[in-house]
Structures are given as C-alpha cells and as structure tokens.
C-alpha cells in the first residue's frame, strides 16, 4: 500500500501541470498573434496609400482625404509613366537581372558541387573561405574600385558594366547556401551513381541539381530581387538615358514629377508588379527551399 500511495502522486504531477502549460502557451499565442496583426497592419497601410493614390489626378491628392478612395479613378497617372520611355527601363532591368542571376547561380552551382565533392583538401577550404569572404564586404566599400576597373575596361555606361560586378556579389551567398545543401544529400547516392559509371558531370546534373532545386530557386529569387532594386551600381556606372533600370527611372520621375505625386507612385506600382507576379509564381518553390534551410 505503501508504494501505491507513493506512485499515485508521483503520475497525478504531469496531469496538474499539463493544463497550466498550456494556458501559458495559449497567452503567448494570443500575444504573438496580436503582433502579427499589428504587423499586417503596418505594412498594409502605406500599401493601400500608394495603390489608391495612384489612381487619383492631383487635384483630388490635394483636395481629398488621403486614404479615401478616389471619387474619380483614373489611368492617367500610368499612361504618363508608360508614354515616359517607362517600357526601355523595364527591359534594361529584366536584361540586367537575367544576365546576373543565370551566370551567378550556374558558376555558383558548380563551386559548391567542387567544394563538397571535390578532393582538393586545403585548396578547395581556401577557395571556400575565399567566398565566404566576399559576404563581409559590402558594395558600398569596393564601388570606386569597380568604377576604375569598369573605366579601365572600356565597359562604362553599358548594361554589362553593372551586370558583371551584380554577378560578382552574387557568388558569395549562393555558394554559401548551395554548399549546405549539396552536403546534405546522401554519400551514398553519389557512390551508387559512380558505380553505374556516371561521371562527375552525370552526377551533377542527374542527381545534385534535381536535389537542391528549391535552394537553386531561393537563392535566384534573392539575388534577383537585390540586382532588380539595385540603385547604387546604375547610378555610378551608367550616364545615358536610355541604360538607366527602373530603381534609378524612378528616382528621375520623382525628380521630374516632383509635384505630380500620384505619377510616381504609378511608377512604383508598375515597378513592384513584376515581383508581386514572380513571387504568385514561385511561392511554393521559394517557401520549400527557405523551410529546408530551416531543417539543415
């Protein structure tokens, strides 16, 4: 009897404390919940400013509330964007993003595969410590560097002068994340595929690159979004109207229009639409490339 009245309380503790538990973990549901929303909140807002009062003339940015929507929605606003030579920047952009992203991501790519894969012992540590310096330098500290090579190169106010730096730091990040990911696929696979006679080559594109295509998405989806928005490398090493991208359009429509408010923020609609449509597309693929970095 002893014992049973000594057992007794000993499996009744975990049951006295269960609901306790969770009645905190209910509480810090509700207050992360709170924030979450107030969050929402607060990027929602100058949002919904910016869409509505693209759609307003000037008259009706002055003269109403301005988060009231517009008495009289109008397209004007973007047909001034558009007839504004709006479609040549939106092509330097997308030539300047493709022609970063599929060189960065390819050459980083085989990297990876080399550093995991590959037995040069100290020399591929080096290289790889080498990319991993590149994270620790920022843009900002190497653009007269850049500037003096793009002159020196006879490269400058071409859309290959800001590809090729864009393409440069690019590589650290994407190697970095590829790298984690390669070392996570099985050993054994690789063995298996050498046993059947593949080749290095065969492995890569048979088996590393169907294996980390979410990580091959996320990182071309970061990368694109930093060259798309990119200002600084535009603003330096190009001068002629017509090699300007949309960042830096955009910072002449709000000189140009600097009164004309519901005109520039047409152009940063036109300009965001794209992201918002390659985001819709490739959400999932994004989404499962970022929860599986969270697993390694």
Known sequence: ??????????????????????????????FGGAAGWLWLVIVLVPLYWIVVTSFKDQTAY??????????????A?????????????FLNSVIVTAGTIIP?????FMAAYAIVRGAGGRFLAGVNGLFLMGLAIPLQATIIPV???IIRMRLYDSLLAIILPSIAFSIPLSVLVLTNFIR?????????????????????????????????VTVSIYNGLAVWNGFLLPLILTQSPDKRTL???LWTFQGQYSVNVPAVLASVMLTTL???????????????GLTAGFSK
Do not use: C
């Not at 014992?3 to 973990?25: C, D, I, M």
């Not at 960065?104 to 980083?108: G, H, L």
């Open 1 to 30: 009897m002893a014992v049973a009245t000594t057992g007794t309380p000993t499996t009744a503790q975990p049951t006295r404390n269960g609901p306790v538990r969770a009645h905190k973990l209910l509480q810090l549901n509700w």
């Open 62 to 75: 002055f003269s109403q509330n301005p988060f009231a929507l517009p008495a009289d929605p109008t397209w």
């Open 77 to 89: 606003n973007y047909k001034l964007v558009i007839e504004s030579d709006f479609p040549r920047y």
């Open 104 to 108: 960065a991501v390819a050459i980083s």
């Open 147 to 149: 500037y003096l090579l």
């Open 184 to 216: 996570d696929v099985p050993k054994e696979l690789f063995e298996s595929m050498r046993v059947d006679g593949a080749s290095e080559w065969g492995m890569l594109r048979g088996l590393a690159l169907p294996l980390t295509r979410p990580a091959l």
């Open 247 to 249: 960042p830096l359009a």
């Open 274 to 288: 794209p992201i918002v449509i390659l985001y819709a597309v490739s959400r999932k693929q994004l989404l499962s």
